[in-house]
């Protein structure tokens, strides 16, 4: 086997200074202007919320890792390589030729009548029996319906609980709403029920007005850690207890790459759970379709602030999405997916035993597209980033997945869009960047 990177230093050599560049621009201050010299006057014009948006490191990285001859383990994208396109592309077509008017002109907020109950299929699929597309509300992604979320429940300074590690898209919205954010921690089972009971109560007593508890339960972004089952309903009860809503965001959970799915918070609790859900993971991201079920009481409200955001969702994507779980053979799409993920999760695993430095451990994952590292107390994976491109590799350095303030020792490693054989090169590369802080 090739044991050198062809290519990857003459690389890490001219995108170091970018790399460091850009990492800084991501952790920095969000009140810096971007550039150098006096702030253009309209910084004056800017709201708090805008200052509180910041660049998220993951879109940084992911930008540099698309260059040649890095082994990128940063990017979590689904491998659509998969996917029926000539005949999605005349599906596509066929739409447009034949409902044009309908296709490109708007349409409900809400999204389509059609789409909705559908979505309540796909839903049965991932555990909820009783969904009423009433209660459906279709978003651009799971993203948006997040956004919508703390738009609709967070005034300033209100906290969100989030388990820590938590995903970076989420903890970046929360903060543009200049939302507390505060981390609850987990274990390799998830959430700990009693932790979370008393992180509750310290921040009540704090003064502090608890709005949501976001959790990801089947396969977290980035940790790929599943909430045991016999948690789930305590997480449930502590937070009704406590009046605060569950926003349970589940874009992974029908990637369980074998056995059965265990049962969302959802399923036995539509008072308490507003639940999120997307065609991302199990289909294509560039649609932008996701969508939240809202418990009935609440979906108004949502609703109506979803509308505020987007007037409609994209009519031609819905449709297309609708012929798709009509047409196609979505259920055996997710198959494929799973069998995909599975294999490349188990390269992984593997390689990560072959290289790995005594001092790191990792997680197993059951499903998803990633696996979470952690190192010994006390190294800082942030700068190993700069070392890890000079060795031909790429990876998200933890503290981008933290509510907690300061360095972390984790970090996270993509293997949804990567070959076997290239997850292996990877961590090949990591290694002796990972053993060497770890001497040192
Ligand atoms: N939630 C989680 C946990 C994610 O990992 C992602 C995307 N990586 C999203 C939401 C956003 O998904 P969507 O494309 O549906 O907006």
């Known amino acids: 086997m090739n044991t050198t990177a062809p290519g990857a230093n003459a690389a890490a050599e001219t995108l170091s200074e970018e790399a460091v560049d850009a990492l800084a621009r991501a952790g920095g201050a969000p009140h810096a202007p971007a550039g150098r010299g006096a702030p253009h006057p309209h910084e004056a014009l800017l709201s708090s919320r805008a200052a509180n948006i910041k660049q998220s490191a993951v879109r940084d990285v992911f930008e540099i890792s698309m260059q040649p ?45 059609e789409l909705r109950t559908q979505i309540c299929e796909v839903m049965a699929a991932e555990g909820i029996l009783d969904a009423d597309p009433e209660n459906v509300v279709i978003t651009a992604g799971s993203q948006s319906a997040q956004d919508v979320a703390a738009k609709v429940f967070c005034d300033p300074g209100d906290v969100i609980l989030l388990e820590d590690p938590t995903y970076v898209g989420a903890l970046n919205t929360f903060e543009a709403y200049e939302v507390d954010v505060q981390p609850v921690a987990g274990d390799e089972h998830g959430i700990i029920p009693s932790l979370l009971r008393e992180r509750i109560a310290a921040l009540q007593a704090e003064g502090k007005r608890i709005k949501l508890l976001y959790t990801i339960p089947n396969f977290n972004n980035p940790s790929g850690v599943m909430l045991a089952p016999e948690r789930r309903q305590e997480i449930v009860d502590i937070c009704r207890e406590a009046n605060i809503l569950v926003l349970e965001d589940n874009p992974y959970g029908l990637l369980k790459f074998d056995g059965v799915l265990p049962e969302p918070l959802r399923a036995a609790n539509p008072d308490d759970v507003l639940y999120l859900g997307s065609f991302s993971k199990i289909f294509a991201p560039g649609l932008r379709i996701g969508w939240a079920l809202v418990p009935a009481h609440l979906k108004q409200r949502y609703y109506l602030a979803s509308e505020a955001v987007t007037l409609c969702p994209p009519t031609l994507n819905q449709m297309l999405v609708s012929e798709y779980l009509r047409n196609y053979d979505w259920q055996g799409q997710i198959a494929t997916y799973r069998a995909l993920y599975a294999e ?58 933290s509510a907690a303030e300061g360095p972390s020792s984790k970090l996270r490693l993509a293997f949804s869009a990567v070959p076997p054989g290239t997850l292996r090169e990877g961590v090949r590369r990591l290694a002796p960047v990972l053993a060497k802080a770890i001497a040192a």
Do not use: K
């Open 69 to 113: 001859g890095l082994v990128s383990l940063a990017g979590g994208n689904p491998y659509l390589q998969s996917l029926p396109l000539e005949r999605l592309a005349a599906t596509a077509a066929e739409i447009v030729a034949e409902h044009g008017l309908e296709a490109l002109q708007y349409g409900g907020g809400q999204g389509t009548e």
């Open 344 to 401: 490349r999760c188990a390269a992984l695993l593997e390689a990560l035993d072959e290289f790995m430095p005594e001092g790191v451990s990792w997680t197993r994952p059951e499903g998803g597209f990633f696996v979470w590292l952690t190192l010994p107390e006390g190294i800082d994976t942030y700068p190993l980033l700069h070392e890890g491109i000079d060795a031909g590799v790429v990876f998200v350095p933890g503290a981008a997945f």
